[in-house]
């Protein structure tokens, strides 16, 4: 493994953003979390995106705002989730048997929604991977690309199955290099 460092981090849940600057504590809930809270730039489909994308989204932001990607090109981008899609998946077929398929569900109904946005804004085109529940696993994959890339951006979601507990969310980012 090549000598990588974290250069940051960041940390979101139902009470705090925690990042290099320092710990901001929230009161609204978690899935009311706005752009201005997380990213400076203008990002205007912010307030479309699924919870999951979002919290995503938001843990990366914080980081990479807190130490910039230095070559977008090479920055692969690595993410652990414990639900995949499955209440974007839930909303899709619901609107389906409705006889009106959303295209906005749709779209967050691939596993890989989440680094979909990550990449777009931040220009990232690295590598990417998609990893489901286990640490371990996630773990050596990291060390498996940092071998290849210059920089990697690690985002962790945990999201509950139920949407009713969203509240108990959680997003975690850091960012080798």
């Given at each position: 493994?090549?000598?990588?460092?974290?250069?940051?981090?960041?940390?979101?849940?139902?009470?705090?953003?925690?990042?290099?600057?320092?710990?901001?504590?929230?009161?609204?809930?978690?899935?009311?979390?706005?752009?201005?809270?997380?990213?400076?730039?203008i990002h205007p489909v912010f307030g479309k995106l699924a919870f999951a994308d979002k919290l995503a989204f938001c843990a990366a932001a914080?980081?990479?705002?807190a130490?910039?990607?230095?070559?977008?090109?090479?920055?692969?981008?690595?993410?652990?989730?414990n639900s995949g899609s499955i209440?974007?998946?839930?909303?899709?077929?619901?609107?389906?048997?409705?006889?009106?398929?959303?295209?906005?569900?749709f779209s967050a109904t691939l596993p890989s929604s989440p680094i979909a946005e990550i990449s777009i804004v931040f220009g990232l085109k690295g590598a990417n991977k998609v990893i489901f529940g286990s640490e371990e696993f996630a773990k050596q994959t990291i060390d498996l690309?940092?071998?290849?890339?210059?920089?990697?951006?690690?985002?962790?979601?945990?999201v509950p199955e139920n949407a009713a507990e969203n509240e108990n969310a959680f997003a975690r980012a850091w960012l080798y290099g």
């Open positions: 493994m090549k000598n990588q460092k974290i250069k940051s981090f960041s940390h979101i849940d139902k009470g705090k953003i925690i990042s290099p600057e320092g710990t901001v504590e929230r009161t609204l809930a978690l899935s009311q979390i706005t752009r201005d809270e997380v990213y400076s730039k914080v980081c990479i705002e130490a910039q990607v230095q070559n977008p090109q090479d920055c692969a981008l690595v993410l652990l989730t209440q974007r998946d839930r909303d899709f077929m619901k609107t389906l048997r409705e006889n009106s398929p959303s295209p906005q569900f690309m940092l071998n290849e890339c210059e920089e990697l951006l690690f985002v962790e979601i945990n």
